[in-house]
């Protein structure tokens, strides 16, 4: 049989006790031919970990990038062009795996050749018991989790049990043909800031224009801890600059990829779900709280739409021009 090469990308941010046993679940994999990249952002790590993760790298178990700055999508495109494999997958700092992950992704490439990329099942910590429940089990998304105005409030990764054509996959546990960056060029937007959400959404809407498929596998599942602070936050989730940047995300994803009408579907359901915290948000709907994400709401649309006017000059790939410009970081060798 044969076994591609398979990239796993971890990017990590502030991470420490849950990084290393992100890092070991992957080694424990059963899957024969595969290389583990560890994009590392933090600046300083707590003595043990910085012990083990330059161990690891001394036997050649990963390879330990780090850079100083924090962005997640930057992270993303510095792991692709440095990874070998044919297959690129990446997964979260925070992840616990089952021993067979590797080999679900990679067996759906092998037999799928109309498929781009995979979208695994998640395990979300807080969503387990409820992913357990069998009447809250879906076995095919309804249409509208297609529609790139309203899919994101239908798509359902923990309860989705059979496998099928997706319009997106989730940042923490998504794979795809190398090809998808060389041969067609797509990079991961690195404008995509603060929170990163909205990132992968936007990649996945551009990958779909090349004529592949995502297809959905919740064979290739995992549990994502999901800490809340670090890894893909490069501020704190509790801040008021990460609130701008979840809606500047939301509404440069609609601005550069939707139609007139899907982008409006979007931007109503955002401020249905997000500002007067109607079902599935269920957010506060006190006054005063809603006045505040409001002003963020139309805040991070002036922003997003900033952003677009300076796209002549601006490509989104502020952190892979700024490697340009420096000296290529090499892999730790001496930590």
Known sequence: MDFPLLSVIIPTYGREEVLRNSILDVL?????????LVVDQTAKHQPEIEVFLAEQHAAGKIKWFRVNWASLPGARNYGIRRAKGEIILFIDDDIRLHPGFLAAHAKNFLEKPEIGAIAGRVFDRMKIADAGV???????????????????????????VKPQEVLTARGCNMSFRREIFTKYGLWFDERFCGSAVREESDFCLRLRQTGYKIWYDPEAYLVHLGEETGGCHDISMRSLQYQLTFYHNHFLMGLKNLTPSQALRLYVRLFDCHVLGRPPCHKSGSPIK?????????????KALGTIIQSPWNDGQIYTRFEEQQQDHNPIDNC
Do not use: C, S
């Open 28 to 36: 424990k994999q059963d899957y024969p031919n595969f290389e583990v």
């Open 290 to 302: 809603i006045f505040t994400r409001a002003i963020f709401y139309f805040l991070g649309f002036l």
């Open 134 to 160: 069998t009447d809250k089990t879906i076995e095919y998304l309804p249409p509208q989790a297609m529609d790139p105005g309203i899919a994101w409030y239908y798509i359902d990764f923990v309860h989705t």
